[in-house]
């Protein structure tokens, strides 16, 4: 059973950089047949596609126009997780953040993650 | 960036059949966007119900499909139930890049 398990902490300060991790249990983040997203929510911007990293050979990287200049998706194959960083945040980055495995569909969630981006 | 757009709200009866849809900024819906419908319930993670127009998982309930309609991806509930009551959201892929529509409220009343 794919489980994710995601880590990082709650509050972040205007300008900072927002950084999350995502354990992944039960499967490769190196799987050749899925690729890794993560997905933000909040009441101002709904549900957003933020980016993904996928194996295929060789590591690939897709990101939201919204925040390509800001974001940076990494995978670490010896702790089997992957990362977010978002540069520069402000309020407007508040939001529930989910690591999400897009296998068949976006078949596996990580529980989600609150961040609030406040001084 | 390409906008997705959904009904804000729908309301069925118990029972009855109801077609919630997934349209693009773009122009027609294909299967080359990968349609994508997810349920959300108050306080869970969005699950998906179809994906790639009309997959279905073993949680996706046997009254739910998925199809391509008039340009639009559609997702049909027959015979809803109380419990389909909930949030629905469909996702586009656009050339590698994913974009959400803003939602439907299902009352099922």
């Known amino acids: 059973q794919v489980q994710l398990q995601q880590s990082g902490p709650g509050l972040v300060q205007p300008s900072q950089t927002l950084s999350l991790t995502c354990d992944v249990s039960?499967?490769?983040?190196?799987?050749?047949?899925?690729?890794w997203d993560w997905i933000r929510q909040s009441p101002l911007r709904g549900l957003e596609w933020l980016g993904r990293t996928y194996y295929r050979s060789k590591w690939f990287y897709d990101y939201a126009p919204s925040v390509t200049s800001r974001i940076t998706i990494s995978p670490d194959t010896f702790k089997n997780q992957i990362s977010l960083q978002l540069n520069s945040v402000t309020p407007e980055d508040t939001a529930v953040y989910y690591c999400?495995?897009?296998?068949?569909?976006?078949?596996?969630w990580g529980q989600g993650t609150t961040v609030i981006v406040s001084s | 960036q390409a906008v997705v757009t959904q009904e804000p709200s729908l309301t069925v009866s118990p029972g009855g059949t109801v077609t919630l849809t997934c349209g693009s900024s773009?122009?027609?819906?294909?299967?080359?966007?990968?349609p994508h419908w997810f349920q959300q319930k108050p306080g869970q993670a969005p699950r998906t119900v179809i994906y790639d127009t009309v997959n279905i998982h073993s949680w996706t309930p046997a009254h739910f499909s998925g199809s391509l309609i008039g340009g639009k991806a559609a997702l049909t509930l027959s015979s809803a139930q109380p419990d389909d009551e909930a949030d629905y959201f469909c996702l586009l892929s656009y050339s590698g890049a994913w974009v959400f529509g803003g939602g439907t409220k299902l009352t099922v009343l």
């Open positions: 999400v495995r897009e296998g068949w569909g976006m078949d596996v």
């Open positions: 039960g499967d490769s983040v190196s799987s050749n047949s899925v690729a």
């Open positions: 773009t122009g027609a819906v294909t299967s080359g966007h990968h």
